[in-house]
T-cell receptor
Framework: EPEVTQTPSHQVTQMGQEVILRCVPISNHLYFYWYRQILGQKVEFLVSFYNNEISEKSEIFDDQFSVERPDGSNFTLKIRSTKLEDSAMYFC?????????FGSGTRLTVV | GESVGLHLPTLSVQEGDNSIINCAYSNSASDYFIWYKQESGKGPQFIIDIRSNMDKRQGQRVTVLLNKTVKHLSLQIAATQPGDSAVYFCAETPYQAGTALIFGKGTTLSVSS
C-alpha cells in the first residue's frame, strides 16, 4: 500500500535555529497537509496545500512557518526560528480528495 | 463489554470484550467523520468513515454510529484484541476535497489478555 514518507524521524534543534521537515506524499495525491501533535494532546491542523499554493491554514501557522513543494515529489515544512513550544510530532498527510493518508511523523525537539 | 457514554481519555477492557469509544464534534457544518487509530510513534491510521447522510456504517469488527441531533459519534470495536490497544481519535470535516481535518480528543484503549 502506498505510504507517505517523512524524514527525519527525529530532529533535535536549538532554540532560534531553522528546521526543515521533509515529506514525500503519495505520488498521485493532489492535496498535501501538515499537522502537529504536542505530546499527549490531539492532532492539530497547520496548513493545506494544493496546486502549488496554500489553500487553508490555521492560526498556529504564523509567519515563522512556511511550506514548499520544491520539486514533483517533496513537500517541506520550514520553521524559521524555532521556539521551545514548537516541540511536537509533525505529521504530513496527503489525499486525492477526502481519503487522507498520514506519515509516521517527525518528532521535533527544541532545546 | 465496556460502554462509555461520555468521552473518557482512557478505556481499559479485557480481550474479547466489545469496546465503545465516544466523541462529540463541534461544527454543525461538518458532514464527514473519520475514526483514526494511532499507535505509539506512528501517524494516525484510517479505521472507518461515515458521511452525515448515514447514521451507521460497519466495517470489519468496527462500527461507527453518528447522531447528528446531539453531534455525537461513536466507534464500536467487537471482540477487542490486544492489537487494538492504541489511541483513537475522531475527526470531522466538510465533505470537500482538501479541507482540514479537525481532530477530537483521543481515547487511549488498553486491552488486557
Amino acid at each position: 500500500e502506498p505510504e507517505v514518507t517523512q524524514t527525519p524521524s527525529h530532529q533535535v534543534t536549538q532554540m532560534g535555529q531553522e528546521v526543515i521537515l521533509r515529506c514525500v506524499p503519495i505520488s498521485n495525491h493532489l492535496y498535501f497537509y501538515w499537522y502537529r501533535q504536542i505530546l499527549g494532546q490531539k492532532v492539530e491542523f497547520l496548513v493545506s496545500f494544493y496546486n502549488n499554493e496554500i489553500s487553508e491554514k490555521s492560526e498556529i501557522f504564523d509567519d515563522q512557518f512556511s511550506v514548499e513543494r520544491p520539486d514533483g515529489s517533496n513537500f517541506t515544512l520550514k520553521i524559521r526560528s524555532t521556539k521551545l513550544e514548537d516541540s511536537a510530532m509533525y505529521f504530513c498527510a496527503s489525499s486525492t480528495g477526502t481519503r487522507y493518508t498520514f506519515g509516521s511523523g517527525t518528532r521535533l525537539t527544541v532545546v | 463489554g465496556e460502554s462509555v457514554g461520555l468521552h473518557l481519555p482512557t478505556l481499559s477492557v479485557q480481550e474479547g470484550d466489545n469496546s465503545i469509544i465516544n466523541c462529540a464534534y463541534s461544527n454543525s457544518a461538518s458532514d464527514y467523520f473519520i475514526w483514526y487509530k494511532q499507535e505509539s510513534g506512528k501517524g494516525p491510521q484510517f479505521i472507518i468513515d461515515i458521511r452525515s447522510n448515514m447514521d451507521k456504517r460497519q466495517g470489519q469488527r468496527v462500527t461507527v454510529l453518528l447522531n447528528k441531533t446531539v453531534k455525537h459519534l461513536s466507534l464500536q470495536i467487537a471482540a477487542t484484541q490486544p492489537g487494538d490497544s492504541a489511541v483513537y481519535f475522531c475527526a470531522e470535516t466538510p465533505y470537500q476535497a482538501g479541507t482540514a481535518l479537525i481532530f477530537g480528543k483521543g481515547t487511549t484503549l488498553s486491552v488486557s489478555s
